[in-house]
């Protein structure tokens, strides 16, 4: 294997690869310090997290469910339906708009501290191999090293592990889907009783080993679309890490006269995950991930110098300017989190328990019909009725009384519709008048129906009635 000659990276192409374009692999040295202590910590919150949430309840539901086929969303005990697709998307846009303006603040904080491909790959895998075969120069020892039976059996335990990684990875992702219960019985089940699953999983797991074991930094590199966008949205005044150049240049050794504080021992490089040189400025490939950070202020202490010679930092304070938090850019991304955010309680605040959809039937506009002598106008409609509540609910339907007073009936009546949880009700209604009343009225009127479902909760909807 091909590992960065961290002494030799060129300008001119990516690190990550040679002359001719062949892939040259990164094998980042083990770094601590409080950066990596701090991401540690998250990065084991959030993959304890991530695992978790599938079997974890709220208010009897599962904490995220996406159940895709029946268009059902699960979010901590509140179910969204198709017809939620408005919250869905302000859920998304908020997302989206609250990563671009952590992004124009602090730069690629995400990548670095939560981003599922730096969690998982420093957090699961790296740990793997360092745990197995050691540092960074125990492992390229060991991958240039004869094969023996020592390596055949490290190797078989690596990918092992690996493997075993990946498969409680891709089980846990479709359990977002499926549900826990569902995951148990298909687990259960021979693979041909659930060809589809199965066959997600296996893509799953081969995605995630070719990802988080071979792919890793080339995914931030070349493929991520949210990296491809830090150079939109970062400006003078973004918080990166970055290289204090006054300081550190010219760069040279410790008892050399004259020279800054950069020792040039290339450690910042020898930990960088990405394999770059952050002493050559702001650099797509840096993912923020405080590495070099680190590295270099444990260096620093060494040498008993002031630390941050890598550090948190804006071009701004580079210059020797005051970094601006507000500008453009922050302002016009957060309002539109703001309103976003606004709009997404409103719109949650004001979601009715019942879904009611009230069509015309599709026979005749009205019809005669003869009750005890009495002529009659009916009207036909068909109700659809879902109850979106986590219980059980009893829906009285029935006229207002000034309806009923003009000489509007509902029928059948009384109704009373009991709907469970999550259930869908189709149900016919008519609305009936006598001809003989019929004719004080216009062609078309509204008659208000009312949906009384207890405790003071109440839906009018109003039913168009025609007559000849
Ligand atoms: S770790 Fe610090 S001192 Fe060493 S090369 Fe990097 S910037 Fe210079
Ligand atoms: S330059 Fe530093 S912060 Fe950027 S990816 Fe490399 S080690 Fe991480």
Redesign the pocket.
């Known amino acids: 294997m091909s590992t960065v000659d961290f002494r030799q990276i060129p300008d001119e192409r990516l690190s990550t690869t040679d002359e001719l374009g062949n892939r040259i692999h990164v094998i980042p040295a083990k770094v601590s310090g409080v950066w990596s202590q701090r991401k540690n910590i998250l990065h084991a919150f959030l993959i304890i997290l991530l695992l978790a949430l599938p079997w974890i309840s709220v208010n009897g539901k599962p904490a995220i469910l996406l159940n895709l086929p029946d268009r059902e969303f699960t979010f901590f005990g509140t179910t969204l339906y198709a017809h939620d697709g408005p919250l869905v998307f302000f859920i998304l846009a908020t997302a989206a708009m609250t990563l671009a303006f952590v992004t124009v603040v602090w730069g690629r904080v995400w990548c670095g501290w939560a981003c599922p491909q730096t969690v998982f790959i420093e957090g699961i895998f790296r740990r793997i191999e360092r745990m197995l075969l050691g540092d960074r120069m125990q492992q390229i020892a060991f991958y240039n090293a004869p094969l023996t039976f020592g390596k055949i059996i490290k190797t078989l335990t690596k990918w092992a592990l690996f493997v075993l990684a990946a498969v409680v990875l891709s089980h846990t992702l479709v359990a977002y889907f499926v549900g826990k219960n569902n995951l148990f019985h298909m687990m259960g089940q021979p693979p041909a009783e659930s060809w589809t699953v199965f066959v997600i999983m296996l893509f799953i797991t081969g995605v995630v080993l070719f990802d988080f074991t071979w792919f890793r930094e080339q995914f931030c590199i070349i493929m991520c679309p949210y990296g491809r966008l830090q150079g939109l949205l970062l400006d003078q005044n973004s918080i990166t890490i970055a290289?204090d150049e006054k300081r550190?240049e010219p760069?040279g050794k410790p008892n050399v006269k004259g020279v800054g504080?950069?020792?040039?021992?290339?450690?910042?490089?020898a930990v960088c995950p990405t394999g770059i040189d952050i002493?050559k400025g702001q650099q797509l490939e840096c993912i923020g991930c405080t590495a070099?950070i680190d590295?270099?202020n444990d260096?620093?202490a060494k040498l008993k110098r002031p630390p941050e010679?890598?550090g948190y930092r804006s071009l701004k304070n580079l210059e020797g300017f005051k970094t601006r938090f507000v500008r453009p850019r922050p302002i016009v991304f957060g309002s539109i989190v703001f309103i976003l955010t606004i709009s997404f309680i409103f719109a949650v605040s004001s979601r009715k328990e019942i879904n009611i959809d009230i069509i015309r039937g599709i026979d005749t506009p009205y019809e005669h019909i003869q009750e005890n002598g009495t002529d009659f106008i009916a009207n036909h409609y068909k109700l659809h009725i879902k109850n979106q509540s986590n219980g059980p609910i009893a829906i009285t339907v029935q006229l207002s009384p000034e309806e009923t007073a003009k000489g509007f009936t509902l029928s059948p009546q009384p109704l009373t519709l009991n709907l469970q949880s999550k259930q869908n009700l189709d149900f016919p209604i008519f609305i009936k008048m006598s001809s003989a009343t019929t004719k004080d009225f216009p062609l078309t009127s509204n008659v208000m129906a009312e949906f009384d479902y207890g405790n003071g909760r109440k839906v009018v909807r109003p039913l168009v009635f025609v007559h000849p």
């Open positions: 290289y550190g760069r504080d950069c020792v040039d021992c290339y450690r910042c490089v002493r070099c590295a270099c260096v620093m010679l890598i």
